[in-house]
């Protein structure tokens, strides 16, 4: 497991890539960045991946071969390659791989160890399976476009650019994959594993789920209300994450989400006098609309009153205090935490020259190898592909798929159907969402959780004004003991507890775990053998990682939001106040809408988790890993972050955020919106006489070529909307949906309506179940994210604080009175 220069600890694991799209890439990319041999099956002409800007960073240290799967022989050397393959990751539609050969069924006839990975858009069954999955159709019909709506200062839904689907899904297929694989290091057998768009953008969501399942249940006792009205916000958060502009001009987030952090905020602002001011002392929150307005319009111009320079002076001396500017493109990599974090690498590649890319999105602080191979040519490695295989069928280790039997898998394959992770015991140090959620992930897949929490709760819990409902979704699957870890007795049960632990999580700030004494280093001298990953917002230490860090600070440094609707916002320092207003709720949903770094964070711990516990099993070595909320960003938006001479521009939404061209893009139907996605060629050609009977629009030369399409897209996207309009929504999904061609319905938001609601998406891919939990009784919630055709997942309730702490306490040896001596000394909390 050791390759030229340092650690490899995926060596000798194979990977063959028959995917077409980023989801699969960036699975597979983990794989070779931590030394697997990933074998990238492309198609005659090459994978549709190598036209991204982004292609030689996810390709990097690959291989490639080209096979045309239509071809018997072709077809031959991909099931052979599978054959003797740890791994496959496919992303055709479902039955497109059983059609060719390549399914499950017929890969396991072959190779009973392989473990195989599958994403889809709506699931393999059910009345959407054969819907086409692209991230736009997913996002128009689980109402995420329609919940943009105010991203665009026209009316109806808004078009997203960042890949709020894809890039959770990718993580969840790594992590189900990493934890299938744990899994047959005891069984000796793979199975598959799957997951989907949807719930990809699933993730995202942190708790207004459980705020519509109350107001559900109580009516109008529970009411959900809109972020905005008019252009105005409706709560205080809005003001706790204050948007702004400086006086030279840079639009900055805020995040004093926590009392005291907004406090501190207010205290910089000179308005610290409005807490005693019987007008002002419910800042943030207000009922009346005026002075709602008064108080963002005193917050803006606060703001407004210095330099961004002036700003960064304030907060080197409230270290409580933060803000971030809103960057673009790729100048996330300049970052200077990013620097200090080590990300930014440049790798050579023999026909670009020189790419600067985001490294590893996990990293192992034990001598890894430095990344140095670019992405393949194509079908660069063809001959030593082939020559191995032939080798192999020679001296006869390769099946042939046409001795055995085709048969499904099942559970009798096994013993037990235990869960993959089922135990391994996890112990949590961290609040809010975008760490946690990555171990209720694991809890998903049987992990024993125990989160560690101060006396009064994750303050998450208590965000919204019904108690509970906010930390419900995070704090799923998991075990809560309350205690203070800031005495010396509190941090003698958690040393107790990572005695028996397999992995620990942690997630605050730079230099607060070594504060508390329950770092790596402290924790490892009650257990050698501890896996344990530091998940903060920016770092462990630099000039930033002592900072608080939430999803939208994230967002604007990491360049979410201007990737989302940065052609419709204005910059510099002439804007009026109310420019500024008009500009600060666009940008707020553009970083904090239906997607954020929270989602796109807790995904990467869920696979950063799942991977240091399988380089233990497969090689003994207890690992300290690192993954950051910053970090995964400049992944997540790899399509602006990779950089090089003559790199293609990142597609981008027009201004009117429709979508990023005539062909894939929002139209206004005669009732409504549609979302078409027909980028292909073949798709065209199926699209063009639907639109136009007559054969008008497929004759017109300025559309007969992809090229002459892209040429003339503004005329193109104008002729198409004035066909769209004459037609209703669901004729037109109707209607294209018989020749093949994606068409989506918009549907009205929100969107965890359209996971939980009756007859919704979620309901009909089967994507809900229920759950219990002591406040909420029995309530719905999703199914786990990653399904195993083999393993079953858990799908358990939330808990209260310290709803197990006298039960973890017996199991370490405590006695009823002891707990009683503890609990009434406020060292725990029962």
């Known amino acids: 497991m050791n390759g030229a220069g340092g650690l490899l600890p995926l060596a000798g694991l194979t990977v063959v890539d028959f995917s077409d799209a980023p989801t699969g890439a960036h699975a597979t990319q983990l794989f070779a960045d931590f030394g697997a041999e990933v074998i990238q099956v492309e198609r005659p002409g090459g994978s549709r991946m190598r036209s991204a800007p982004s292609y030689p960073f996810l390709g990097r240290g690959k291989k490639s071969i080209v096979l045309d799967l239509h071809d018997h022989g072709d077809l031959a050397s991909a099931i052979g390659l599978a054959s003797e393959a740890d791994v496959v990751i496919e992303t055709f539609r479902p039955g497109t791989a059983e059609r060719l050969g390549l399914g499950y069924a017929e890969l396991f006839s072959v190779n009973p160890r392989l473990v195989y990975g599958s994403v889809t858009g709506f699931g393999r069954t059910g009345p959407l399976s054969r819907v086409k999955g692209y991230e736009g159709t997913v996002m128009a019909k689980m109402g995420a476009m329609s919940s943009l709506s105010e991203m665009s200062s026209r009316p109806g839904p808004s078009f997203p650019s960042a890949p709020y689907c894809a890039f959770p899904a990718a993580q969840l297929l790594t992590q189900g994959v990493?934890?299938?694989?744990?899994?047959?290091?005891?069984?000796?057998?793979?199975?598959?594993?799957?997951?989907?768009?949807?719930?990809?953008?699933?993730?995202?969501?942190?708790?207004?789920?459980?705020?519509?399942?109350?107001?559900?249940?109580?009516?109008?006792?529970?009411?959900?209300?809109?972020?905005?009205?008019?252009?105005?916000?409706?709560?205080?958060?809005?003001?706790?994450?204050?948007?702004?502009?400086?006086?030279?001009?840079?639009?900055?987030?805020?995040?004093?989400?926590?009392?005291?952090?907004?406090?501190?905020?207010?205290?910089?602002?000179?308005?610290?006098?409005?807490?005693?001011?019987?007008?002002?002392?419910?800042?943030p929150d207000f009922a009346d609309v005026d002075t709602r307005v008064e108080f963002w319009e005193r917050l803006l111009m606060a703001v407004r009153s210095k330099t961004l320079a002036e700003w960064i002076a304030v907060f080197d001396e409230h270290p409580d205090v933060w803000a971030e500017r809103f960057r673009h493109g790729s100048e996330v990599l300049d970052h200077p935490q990013v620097e200090w974090n080590g990300t930014p690498v440049t790798i050579h590649d023999h026909a670009r020259g020189d790419i600067r890319q985001p490294g590893r999105i996990v990293k192992i602080a034990t001598g890894l190898a430095p990344l140095a191979a670019s992405a393949p040519g194509l079908d660069a490695d063809r001959d030593g592909v082939l020559d191995r295989l032939r080798d192999a069928a020679r001296s006869g280790e390769l099946p042939a798929a046409t001795t055995r039997p085709v048969r499904e898998p099942s559970g009798s394959d096994r013993t037990g159907r235990r869960p993959p992770l089922e135990g391994i015991t996890l112990l949590e140090l961290g609040t809010y969402y975008a760490a946690p959620f990555g171990a209720t992930l694991l809890a998903e897949l049987g992990a024993r959780v125990i989160k560690v929490e101060q006396l009064d709760g994750d303050p998450m819990r208590n965000m919204l004004p019904f108690p509970e409902i906010a930390g419900v979704k995070a704090l799923q699957?998991?075990?809560?003991?309350?205690?203070?870890?800031?005495?010396?007795?509190?941090?003698?049960?958690?040393?107790?507890?990572?005695?028996?632990?397999?992995?620990?999580?942690?997630?605050?700030?730079?230099?607060?775990?070594?504060?508390l004494e329950v770092d790596g280093l402290a924790l490892r001298r009650h257990n050698p053998d501890l896996v344990y990953l530091n998940a903060p917002g920016y770092g462990t230490g630099g000039p930033n990682g002592h900072r608080p860090a939430y999803a939208p600070t994230i967002g604007a440094a990491g360049g979410l939001a201007w990737r989302n609707a940065g052609t419709t916002i204005p910059e510099g320092d002439g804007l009026t106040l109310d420019e500024v207003k008009r500009s600060a709720m666009p940008l707020a949903q553009a970083v904090m809408g239906v997607g954020n770094c929270d989602g796109l964070a807790s995904v990467t711990v869920g696979t950063a988790l799942v991977l240091g516990l399988l380089v233990r099993r497969r090689s003994g070595m207890c690992p300290e890993l690192t993954t950051t909320m910053l970090d995964t960003v400049t992944h997540a938006l790899c399509d602006e972050t990779v950089s090089f001479d003559g790199a293609p521009d990142a597609p981008t939404a027009d201004a009117g955020l429709h979508g990023l061209s005539a062909l894939y893009r929002l139209y206004r139907a005669s009732d409504g919106w549609v979302f078409l996605a027909a980028p292909s060629e073949r798709e065209w050609d199926a699209l063009a006489p639907i639109l136009t009977p007559d054969g008008r629009l497929g004759a017109d030369r300025r559309f007969a070529t992809e090229r002459s399409r892209g040429d003339n897209d503004t005329e193109l996207a104008e002729d198409i909307a004035r066909v769209m309009v004459t037609r209703s929504a669901s004729d037109w999904e109707d209607a294209l949906g018989t020749v093949d061609v994606a068409c989506s319905a918009v549907a009205p938001g929100p969107v965890e309506a359209n996971f939980m609601d009756d007859g919704s998406v979620g309901a009909l891919c089967g994507l809900v179940t229920s759950a219990w939990h002591p406040t909420l009784d029995d309530h719905p919630r999703l199914t786990p994210l990653v399904t195993m055709s083999e393993s079953p997942g858990v799908a358990a309730g939330g808990c209260l604080t310290g709803q197990h702490t006298a039960t973890v306490l017996t199991e370490l040896g405590y006695g009823p009175d002891q707990i009683d001596e503890l609990r009434s000394r406020r060292i725990i909390g029962v």
């Open 178 to 283: 990493l934890a299938a694989l744990y899994e047959r290091e005891q069984s000796g057998l793979g199975q598959r594993v799957e997951t989907t768009l949807v719930q990809g953008l699933s993730v995202h969501d942190t708790f207004n789920w459980f705020s519509r399942v109350i107001g559900t249940r109580y009516g109008s006792a529970f009411v959900q209300v809109p972020v905005s009205v008019a252009g105005v916000p409706t709560s205080g958060l809005s003001f706790r994450l204050l948007i702004a502009l400086t006086k030279d001009g840079h639009w900055v987030q805020f995040s004093q989400t926590a009392e005291r952090l907004f406090r501190a905020m207010m205290q910089a602002f000179d308005l610290d006098w409005m807490f005693t001011d019987s007008k002002w002392m419910s800042a």
């Open 477 to 515: 699957g998991k075990e809560s003991l309350a205690v203070d870890i800031t005495t010396s007795e509190g941090r003698k049960i958690v040393y107790e507890l990572a005695a028996g632990a397999d992995i620990v999580l942690q997630s605050f700030r730079a230099g607060v775990a070594e504060r």
